[in-house]
């Protein structure tokens, strides 16, 4: 595994699912760690178990709030000393076809997705900056295709992307990397149950989902974070399948509408 030994990482969504596999990873790496999301008690045991003060806190904070997100970023520096590794990973799911979402479903879906990253980078940035650090935004799959039933997560993760690969681009001169991580189906997270499922929405159907070829564990996904915090590529695409559905969309756009159009009939 890669060594961070002693870098200094912030992972918002370190509650649960891939956010807590990441910090585990950098924290084993030797980076000491700083954990944001809005369940306070569930980063306090996982900061706990890294090592406490001196490898791990717990900074509780929404990412919708860019003052919270300005305070997470002063409280790590003041703490550790610096930043060299932001990773923009807080996420939430707005599910169900377009005619049933409400605007303010719409709005808090790009609150969290995407201005929270926009918050937490526009604060990290004069440390990253000195650090000569990293920014990875974790996006999707979803965000590379339009996906019917989640266009509000997919238009989110599509706004994350092109924000991310602009920032690729303006930080370079700086040295200060900008990698767009974009996982397929990761098993055991909790995004659907904290999401907000409208009529139509694949979450709520009554059939248990059938488990997605390619879907990869939290593990997987964190090996594949901390590898492009170290190699900081543009865009890191995962899963097999994942490459698959975006290399089909991009080559057959027609054959990817077709794909996704018949999974529509079964929601009614
Ligand atoms: N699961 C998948 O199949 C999949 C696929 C592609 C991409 N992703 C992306 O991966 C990222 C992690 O999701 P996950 O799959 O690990 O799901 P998850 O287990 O639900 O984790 C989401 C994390 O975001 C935090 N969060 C949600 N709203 C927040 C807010 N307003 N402020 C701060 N933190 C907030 C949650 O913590 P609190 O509730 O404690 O705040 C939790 O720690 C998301 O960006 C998601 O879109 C997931």
């Known amino acids: 595994m ?69 305070r997470l970023i002063d409280r790590t520096v003041a703490h550790f000393g610096g930043l060299d590794i932001l990773v923009n990973n807080a996420g939430m799911v707005v599910s169900g076809m377009f005619e049933h979402l409400q605007p303010e479903d719409m709005e808090r879906q790009y609150a969290v997705n995407f201005f929270g990253a926009v918050h937490c980078a526009r604060a990290a940035l004069p440390h990253l900056k000195a650090s000569r650090g990293v920014i990875l935004n974790i996006s999707s799959v979803a965000g590379l295709i339009g996906t019917p039933t989640a266009s509000a997560y997919s238009s989110s993760k599509a706004a994350l992307n092109a924000w991310s690969r602009a920032l690729w681009v303006e930080l370079r001169p700086y040295g200060v990397g900008v990698v767009t991580v974009c996982p397929y189906f990761t098993s055991g997270v909790k995004l659907a149950e904290k999401g907000i499922l409208r009529e139509g929405s694949l979450h709520s159907t009554p059939r248990k989902p059938r488990r997605a070829p390619g879907t990869q564990t939290t593990e997987q996904v964190a090996r594949a974070i901390l590898k492009a915090a170290h190699r900081r590529p543009r865009i890191v695409v995962l899963s097999p399948v994942g490459k698959l559905v975006w290399l089909i969309d991009r080559l057959f756009p027609w054959l990817s509408d077709w794909i996704m159009a018949r999974g529509l009939p079964r929601l009614r």
């Open 2 to 70: 890669t060594d961070f030994t002693d870098k200094i990482v912030i992972i918002t969504g370190a509650s649960t699912g891939i956010g807590r596999a990441t910090a585990i990873a950098f924290a084993r790496a030797g980076a000491r760690v700083a954990l944001a999301a809005r369940s306070a008690d569930a980063l306090h045991q996982l900061a706990d178990e890294l090592g406490g003060p001196e490898r791990a806190i717990a900074i509780p904070t929404d990412v919708s709030d860019s003052v919270r997100c300005g």
